[in-house]
């Protein structure tokens, strides 16, 4: 989940979003990438900013055949924690934005999680040339959308939703976050490299039934919202107190498919 100058995240909260992610992936996408992978009889799967592995334990049961899994991330800690059931697995600890095509020779799928927000325009592009150059597909799930819809409503809320978004854009580091940018520079990017992309909505759907991700969620969105806009920290306290809030927080997934176009 790790690129340079980003926060790590804690185990705890991966482990605690896990099964929100799982339900909100876009299902959509895996028919197609399916065919593509068709006639491959063992899959090489490299996961980005992989973390535990959440995204290869939800995938790996859904492609066909036998798998070899390579996990990517900046944290050792985190890979220390992975465990994909049922599939061969072994960890890369390192910067994950400097592949190139040659890095993913004979790999037969790049997948990521929540990352391509945290990345910047030049090494968007830089990570689609290198797949589409070794011909290589590309599933990029629950990149931020910009849109979170709060249920009961709050005068406040567009401009928590505008000074997050902003907070997603910020410069790290020497870095420009393309926050919820990503997904349409991403497909531009495949795109323009002739690759044929799919996209589909990825929406958290945080019911009463999530009081403690929903909690843990709103108050680090509130938390960010805050740090982009300090004028907004004397209404945080108020505007967190509201009881029984629900949330949709937008994403979107991103299937790339080199050489159909």
């Known amino acids: 989940m790790n690129a340079p100058g980003s926060p790590k995240f804690a185990p705890d909260w991966l482990a605690l979003r896990e099964s929100a992610d799982a339900e909100a992936r876009a299902l959509s996408l895996l ?5 593509y992978l068709a006639g491959v009889p063992r899959l090489l799967v490299r996961d980005l900013g992989s973390g535990t592995g959440s995204l290869a334990r939800w995938l790996s049961g ?4 036998p798998q070899r899994w390579i996990l990517h991330d900046r944290d050792p800690d ?3 924690r992975a465990k994909v ?3 061969s697995v072994e960890t890369q600890v390192g ?3 400097g592949l190139s095509a040659e890095d993913l020779a004979g790999t037969s799928l790049v997948t990521a999680s929540a990352l391509l927000d945290l990345l910047t325009f030049d090494e968007v592009h830089s990570l689609a040339e290198a797949c589409v150059t070794a011909g290589c597909p590309a599933l990029f799930t629950l990149s931020v959308a910009g849109r979170v819809e709060l249920s009961p409503p709050d005068p406040l809320d567009a401009d928590f939703t505008a000074a997050f978004n902003a907070h997603q854009r910020r410069v790290v580091d ?7 940018d990503a997904a349409t520079v991403a497909a531009q990017a495949f795109e ?3 690759a044929v992309v799919i996209t589909a909505p990825s929406p958290w759907r945080l019911g009463p039934g999530q009081t403690e991700l929903t909690g843990e969620w709103l108050g680090g969105w509130v938390a960010a919202a805050c740090e982009q806009r300090p004028d907004l920290a004397s209404h945080a306290e108020a505007y967190l107190r509201r009881v029984g809030v629900t949330a949709v927080v937008h994403h979107v997934d991103l299937l790339a498919l080199p050489g159909l176009s």
Request: proline share 14%; charged share 25%.
């Open 31 to 35: 028919d197609p990438l399916r065919g």
């Open 78 to 80: 985190l890979l220390a």
């Open 174 to 180: 020497g870095r420009r976050l393309l926050g919820p």
């Open 62 to 65: 859904r492609l066909p055949g």
């Open 85 to 87: 059931p049922g599939v």
């Open 95 to 97: 910067d994950l934005t």
């Open 192 to 194: 323009r490299l002739g």
